[in-house]
């Protein structure tokens, strides 16, 4: 699997002169490294300014892997080229086959035997390839910098991966690997979660899954797997079922069967895309957390009780305040404060206030997280407090989740908070069914 | 209620002259308006270079609204003094009422008393005030300038209502008034819905709700009220009622109660701030949907399969394509396109073959909604694509939703999409989340 992740060299069969083509964006893409990288393409003889060769079997250098981008009926015979170039890492980007009916089915095939033949591995076809920020590689025609960061992603559709990577570059949100498994004739989820079980760059692991080829399989790695795996699984309902069908061919299992595989095989359940990327975020910055009962703190009553009423309603507890730690709090605190958890520290609160209730919890903590909202009204500091947040996630290594609710008014805040490890939602919704994904 | 709204003259009791201070930002918010914009202060001669009154009583020209941002304690001889030089509308912002306790309840009662003798409506205390878009009147210590809309929001706690027009601002999302509500002494929920029903500017309106007075009263005035009302109930756990308990010392009936009873009344139910918003805009947008049949076209079979999934998901049906449309399609597109709804036009689908499916479909429409959907792979034209769904929506007036994915690429589709009223959802689910308040 290596050499798919971080191949000494590799040739781009199909790299074509137009800059708009699939071939010569991932030519250029890979141009980027340092790495050597060969043009094939019959019928040029420089592209971008690099000589292009009639056939990989025109190369005299060993060739790691080789990316392929050609029409899908003249995928077979490079593929053999490959075969007696002794090229054993193929990444076929070109669609054209099963996805499209019989005719390509033929096509799949005859590929499959020709892997066989060689030992070659296969990834794809009908991909988008790999990127692996850590080695500086993008063998895909996805054009953008991926920011560095510890989530790996797979993605059995290449145009949700395009649509995602697009998003989390936006977003500032950061990979260790990207992988798009197209019709997977051979490299699929399985391999590949276990090679990234072995990768030391990737915490979590987050899959998008249509179908899945050996279920049982499947569900015996991740058995096995030390890392979070978080699964979004396409084909919840009859409509879902029948449209994966139309999509891939692809015969779906009924989706309770494989939430109870994934919950026996400690694979987190994720219900839609972004909640897929965010949950698996918050995992890689803050790990799992332990368990379910929530300490509220917030300078505004009304966002307080939407929270209390998210976490209780998606299956966590609002924890009680106890006894001595009231009396503390009753000491540092406006006498109208709630009296409750949510810790209502009042409107007025400045930074300091946030401060001494986050001291006095941290002592003895009666919670497993602290969920920290803040409105940004005429007294509040929210850079300030963001830092205060910051310090006691430091400290005590509590998970510590944010609702810093507003826009520009936070937006400094947010980042500091972003910067450290620390997570803002839009709202303390989004929180609770992010969080949920945990448990 | 119209001087609340659009007064002629204004008096700010206590106009502050330190900046960071409320009444200082109320005053200046004023005078961002050319009406005539009274200072009251004790101690100042000037403030912001206006002349400043020691009391109402002291100026001549009549008043049509009073701002009060005074401690709590004075409040009610300021009250009086109104009384006495006939100003009949009040807004008080002041806090330090019943919200603090027995001796805040004692306060207000006083007022109470006051407001009665004199005929004088009240606003607050404890209040954010009122933003009038239309009528370029910001009576609030909220500083930023809203952007004009359809959609009227009332909320039950000022913090929230900071932190969304913060956020609304950010996101170029429009209103028509803005109104916080406080601890309601007077002026609630029934009053201003009523008012808001007679408003020409307001097609929507959006309320976050904590507790109400009279709820009887509120569910008659909703079924008598033509225009959508959007509410976001808080208190929906045990948890979120103790917490509302701490927060507004009001009893909360139980949420299932307030479900059926927002139900028959015909009021639409949001589950968080954003879903509030979001489905407000898209009603003063678009207006309801008539039935829950969806069709979905898409360049990506993955995010087709979960938006069929979320939709049917929440209740709404994927329509089965008639055969002869299904004959006129296969003309059209690709031999592999999914026979199927949704319908994936494939992903080298450039903005002609979206357009071929929407000249087809909208002759004998086999749904009630279409969603979009679309990824920017390599062939795909965001904008174009944008500008046949704006032609499609305004030739045929069916509702459309969007979910164009991504970050850079697709910002400037999303912006002409938005300017022609068509809302844009990050992903499937969202959308779908937002669409199903509707029903």
Redesign the interface.
């Known amino acids: 699997m290596k050499q798919f992740f971080n191949p000494k060299t590799i040739a781009v069969i199909g790299a074509s002169r137009s800059r708009?083509k699939?071939g010569n964006?991932v030519f250029r893409n890979l141009l980027k490294d340092k790495r050597k990288v060969y043009a094939v393409n019959i019928k040029a003889e420089l592209v971008e300014g690099k000589r292009s060769y009639k056939s990989v079997l025109n190369i005299k250098k060993r060739i790691s892997l080789a990316v392929i981008c050609i029409p899908a009926k003249f995928v077979p015979k490079v593929v053999e080229e490959c075969g007696i170039k002794k090229i054993r890492n193929v990444i076929i980007i070109s669609?054209g086959f099963s996805?499209?009916?019989r005719q390509g089915k033929r096509l799949e095939n005859q590929i499959k035997k020709i892997a066989k033949k060689y030992k070659i591995r296969i990834l794809g076809p009908n991909c988008l390839g790999v990127i692996n920020v850590n080695e500086n590689l993008n063998a895909t025609?996805f054009e953008?910098d991926l920011l560095p960061g510890d989530v790996a992603f797979i993605?059995?559709?290449?145009?949700?991966g395009?649509?995602?990577l697009?998003?989390?570059?936006?977003?500032g949100l950061g990979f260790s690997k990207f992988i798009s498994i197209g019709n997977a004739v051979d490299i699929e989820f399985n391999k590949l979660t276990e090679y990234l079980n072995e990768d030391k760059n990737t915490k979590v692991i987050a899959l998008?899954i249509?179908s899945l080829k050996d279920g049982k399989k499947f569900m015996e790695i991740c058995k096995k797997v030390k890392k979070p795996i978080i699964v979004?699984k396409?084909?919840?309902?009859?409509?879902?079922i029948?449209?994966?069908a139309?999509?891939?061919g692809a015969l779906v299992g009924s989706y309770d069967v494989y939430l109870s595989a994934f919950k026996q095989s400690g694979v987190l359940n994720a219900?839609?895309?972004?909640?897929l990327l965010l949950s698996a975020l918050f995992i890689s910055n803050q790990g799992l957390i332990k368990g379910k009962k929530a300490c509220i703190l917030t300078?505004?009553?009304?966002?307080?009780?939407?929270c209390?009423?998210?976490?209780?309603?998606n299956g966590f507890e609002?924890a009680d305040i106890p006894k001595k730690l009231m009396k503390e709090l009753n000491k540092v605190l406006p006498?109208?404060w709630?009296?409750?958890n949510?810790i209502?520290v009042i409107?007025d609160a400045q930074a300091d206030r946030y401060k001494k209730v986050l001291n006095l919890i941290s002592k003895k903590p009666f919670f497993d997280f602290l969920i920290c909202l803040l409105?940004?009204?005429?007294m509040t500091e929210p850079i300030k407090t963001a830092q205060e947040l910051v310090k006691f996630h430091k400290k005590t290594k509590i998970p510590v989740i944010t609702c810093f609710?507003?826009?520009?008014?936070?937006e400094r805040a947010v980042n500091i908070l972003k910067e450290n490890q620390i997570m803002n939602f839009?709202?303390?919704?989004?929180a609770s069914d992010v969080i949920k994904i945990l448990f």
């Open positions: 708009r699939v964006i669609s996805e499209i009916g025609f953008g993605s059995q559709s290449g145009a949700l395009v649509a995602v697009d998003w989390a570059i936006k977003e998008y249509e979004l396409a084909g919840k309902t009859k409509a879902g029948k449209a994966t139309s999509h891939t219900n839609s895309i972004k909640e300078n505004a009553g009304g966002p307080g009780v939407l209390a009423d998210n976490f209780e309603f609002i006498k109208q709630s009296h409750n949510p209502d409107g409105t940004p009204q005429a609710m507003g826009g520009k008014r936070i839009e709202n303390p919704k989004q």
